[in-house]
Every structure is written in C-alpha cells, then in structure tokens.
T-cell receptor
Framework: KQEVTQIPAALSVPEGENLVLNCSFT??????LQWFRQDPGKGLTSLLL?????REQTSGRLNASLDKSSGRSTLYIAASQPGDSATYLC???????????FGKGTTLSVSS | DTEVTQTPKHLVMGMTNKKSLKCEQH?????MYWYKQKAKKPPELMFV???????INESVPSRFSPECPNSSLLNLHLHALQPEDSALYLC?????????????FGSGTQLSVL
C-alpha cells in the first residue's frame, strides 16, 4: 500500500528565505506526483505536476524535483513571501492510475 | 471557465436530515471526484466518476450517495449522517480519467452534522 510522508509537518521562516519541503513515498511505481497548496478551509490548488519520466518542473519561484527510484520529491520555494503561507500537500497517483494518495502536508508560515 | 464550483460553501444538518452537495464544472472534464477532508488531515478519496459512470467507491457508507446526472454535474446526497461525518467535502475534476493530468479542485463544502 502506497504511503506518502511529508517532512517537516510545520515550518516558520522570515520573509525572503529560500526553503525546501520534502516528500517521500514507499512505492516507486507511480504515474505522477503533484504538489498542491491549500489555504485554511479552502480547496486545493495544483502547483506543479511531475510526470514519472521527468526529473523536475518549475513555475515562477517554485521548483519541484522527483527522484522516483529513491521515492523522494522536494519542493523548493525561492525568496519566500508572506503570501506563501499555506499548507503544501504532496500527492502521488496510485498504481492503478485512478486516484491520488496524499501526504499530511507541511504548514508553512512566512513572517514579514 | 476554469473553475470547479461547489455549493453550498457551508452546511449544517441534523442526523435525520437529507441534504445534497453540488459540484459543477464546464471545462469538458470527463472524470470527477469526491474527497473528504477532516481538519488537519489530508484529503481521502470517496468516489470517482469516469464518463458519468461510477468507477471507484472507496468503501464509503451508504448514507453517502453520489450521482452524476451529466458530464458537468456531480452531486453527493446525504442522509442519516453521523457527527463524525463533519468535514470539508471537496470535489475535483480532470480532463480525462487516468494518469498525467492535473486535478482541479473546488473550494469545498464545510459540513457540520449536529
């Protein structure tokens, strides 16, 4: 059974810092991996999707990497801003390709 | 229109009530999902519809009844719920059922069962 773990559970940084969020998964036979952002009491916004054959994806200040063989992904946020404060969820598409398995998330707080 | 719209945003119901959650998208997506999210927990899959047919039911109790009347609309009918069913219910859609497509989520319905 696929399990997704995110470390750390919570992170507080001052504005302007670069930071890395970590995600690991137990079964390397994934179809893709997505990083989502969720604000309190709101839905999820897809930030980046990495296909199983890809190594990384970039969007603005965000860069996500994937090492499928070791079961790891990182989300790098450059020059963090208070508006980046949210919970970041990592999710992998299961073996059947039918649904995402989510990690518990990392709650980020960026202070001005 | 690139949104998944969920109504209502908030719902309070008693254990004997019957209510429905609605989800709508006009992006031509053919796969639609219901997820349940408890506070400070990740979303958990409930149901998947692919081309208006129920393809996955993750052993959800029968007091939750999904319905997909057409390719744009997904409902979740609620009956005789329990207080532990209180959660954020999220709807999502994607262009085609399967791999390598982003999921688009609605903003959710916050459900409280008294």
């Amino acid at each position: 059974k696929q399990e997704v773990t995110q470390i750390p559970a919570a992170l507080s940084v001052p504005e302007g810092e670069n930071l890395v969020l970590n995600c690991s998964f137990t079964d390397s036979a994934i179809y893709n991996l997505q990083w989502f952002r969720q604000d309190p009491g709101k839905g999820l916004t897809s930030l980046l999707l990495i296909q199983s054959s890809q190594r990384e994806q970039t969007s603005g200040r965000l860069n996500a990497s994937l090492d499928k063989s070791s079961g790891r992904s990182t989300l790098y946020i450059a020059a963090s801003q208070p508006g980046d404060s949210a919970t970041y969820l990592c999710a992998v598409l299961n073996q059947a390709g039918t649904a995402l398995i989510f990690g518990k998330g990392t709650t980020l707080s960026v202070s001005s | 229109d690139t949104e998944v719209t969920q109504t209502p945003k908030h719902l309070v119901m008693g254990m004997t009530n019957k209510k429905s959650l609605k989800c709508e998208q006009h992006m031509g997506h053919r796969a639609m999902y219901w997820y349940k999210q408890k506070a400070k927990k990740p979303p958990e899959l409930m149901f998947v519809y692919s081309y208006e047919k129920l393809s996955i039911n993750e052993s959800v109790p029968s007091r939750f009844s999904p319905e997909c009347p057409n390719s744009s609309l997904l409902n979740l009918h609620l009956h005789a719920l329990q207080p532990e069913d209180s959660a954020l219910y999220l709807c999502a859609s994607e262009p085609i059922g399967g791999a390598n497509e982003k999921l688009f989520f609605g903003s959710g319905t916050q459900l409280s069962v008294l």
